[in-house]
T-cell receptor, first 114, second 113 residues
Framework: DSGVTQTPKHLITATGQRVTLRCSPR?????VYWYQQSLDQGLQFLIQ???????AKGNILERFSAQQFPDLHSELNLSSLELGDSALYFC?????????????FGNGTRLTVT | QQQVKQSPQSLIVQKGGISIINCAYE??????FPWYQQFPGKGPALLIA?????SEKKEGRFTISFNKSAKQFSLHIMDSQPGDSATYFC????????????FGTGTRLTVIP
């Protein structure tokens, strides 16, 4: 068990809708990362937050947004959903300040857009 | 994602054999070279990692070989076991102040008894 909790595990919704994915990092980890895993694109980095502030941005669409709250949990909001947004969404956390601190991944949220 | 090319896409090895997975990268700013292991229904988990100032690192049955001039690194699994059956990702890090990883496309390893 990585200690990273993601909810819900599965989500089925229709095109055009909006959903929120939630992530609780490991205790003590200040950084949260979001990744999207799809069959044709592999694992793609979306965005990183550190202690409530955005630190790095990857291939995140404008329809997607994220935030990290004072209690360090994070939410990824996906809006105007399209069929192509169907994927596994992973959250990871790490301890900053330690050199080469590994990313600890949750078990993901599987999003299906119909 | 095109910055990292991983091969082969899939690999079948007999129990006790050696599994070799390769990763080639383009970005010379990468400064940390981990391999992640992912089982079905789970998130990736760090398996082993190497820094660019060494050419080889061994942890038990797992070894990373790193060739900085060729911009390649590989994962060797000795005495492969059925429990090693999983998907493996190379995931070098862009050291430009962030800790985000650039994942390869993955190699599905199957170890047959």
């Amino acid at each position: 068990d990585s200690g990273v909790t993601q909810t819900p595990k599965h989500l089925i919704t229709a095109t055009g809708q909006r959903v929120t994915l939630r992530c609780s990092p490991r205790s003590g980890d200040l950084s949260v990362y979001w990744y999207q895993q799809s069959l044709d694109q592999g694992l793609q980095f979306l965005i990183q937050y550190y202690n409530g502030e955005e630190r790095a941005k990857g291939n995140i669409l404008e329809r997607f947004s994220a935030q990290q709250f004072p209690d360090l949990h994070s939410e990824l909001n996906l809006s105007s959903l399209e069929l192509g947004d169907s994927a596994l969404y992973f959250c990871a956390s790490s301890v900053e300040g330690e050199e080469n601190s590994p990313l600890h991944f949750g078990n993901g949220t599987r999003l299906t857009v119909t | 994602q095109q910055q990292v090319k991983q091969s082969p896409q899939s690999l079948i090895v007999q129990k006790g054999g050696i599994s070799i997975i390769n990763c080639a990268y383009e970005n010379t700013a990468f400064d940390y070279f981990p391999w992640y292991q992912q089982f079905p229904g789970k998130g990736p988990a760090l398996l082993i990692a190497i820094r660019p100032d060494v050419s080889e690192k061994k942890e038990g049955r797992f070894t990373i070989s790193f060739n900085k001039s060729a911009k390649q690194f590989s994962l060797h699994i000795m005495d492969s076991q059925p429990g090693d059956s999983a998907t493996y990702f190379c995931a070098p890090r862009n050291g430009a102040g962030a800790n985000n990883l650039f994942f390869g496309t993955g190699t599905r390893l199957t170890v047959i008894p």
